[in-house]
């Protein structure tokens, strides 16, 4: 029971954190490319930058409403990736790994890896108005990739031997081989440089975020270590 009550103290401190940092980053740098893809997307063509922003702030209500639930809808997610980064973080203890802040940087680059870059890199992060496969198709896809991901770096980082090595080679290859879902044409009203900016924003804010993710994790993780053994002690 202390074991898990110092996952999810770890897990909440650290996913509130890491959310609160990565809103604001998606606010900064992932939302203006998304709003001017809406435009296109609508048919009302602007100017990039204050134009796609002052389209929006004629209903600031509508648009604050909107910031808000993204804030909150990234703090329960990245409450939720912390707790199973934690949990992976406590397994990995048990097996005599060292988790500090530090560490965490890595966990979080692992993360990140798993979750954005490995499904990313078949499936990109696609803005409003252009041409998908269906929608459960790739999230299934998405899902299988990003388990296959997770246990490949799992045994390159705790595996021994090149069975396991290999095995994990194969597990980050096998689902862009067999291939994400496609549309059966290439269609839609917004440019490629549009899209290319929101693909580059989107994994340049998540390999922040997870980065501070893992670092948080390791070291409320520690904290909660020291904690608890200065109230055995007492």
Known sequence: MAA?????????????????????????????????????ESGILVHFGAGAVSAHQDVGGVVFGRDALSILFTLLIYTGYALILVALMAAAEARGAVITARTGLLWGLAGFVSVNFAPGFSLAPEVPGVAAADVY??????????????????????GRGWAAWGAAVALLLAPHLVGA?????????????????????AFGVGMAAWVMLGGFAGFFWRREAARAGAAAQA
């Open 181 to 201: 879902p496609e549309p059966d044409v290439f269609t839609g009203p917004v440019p490629p440089e549009i899209g290319a900016a929101f693909a580059a924003r």
């Open 4 to 40: 898990f009550a110092r996952i999810v103290v770890s897990a909440v401190f650290a996913g509130a954190a890491a959310g609160v940092l990565a809103a604001l980053l998606q606010l900064v740098f992932v939302q203006p490319v998304l709003l001017h893809a809406e435009l296109y």
């Open 137 to 158: 198709a790739r999230q299934a896809w998405w899902g299988v990739t990003v388990v296959a991901a997770a246990v490949a770096l799992w045994l390159i980082a705790f």
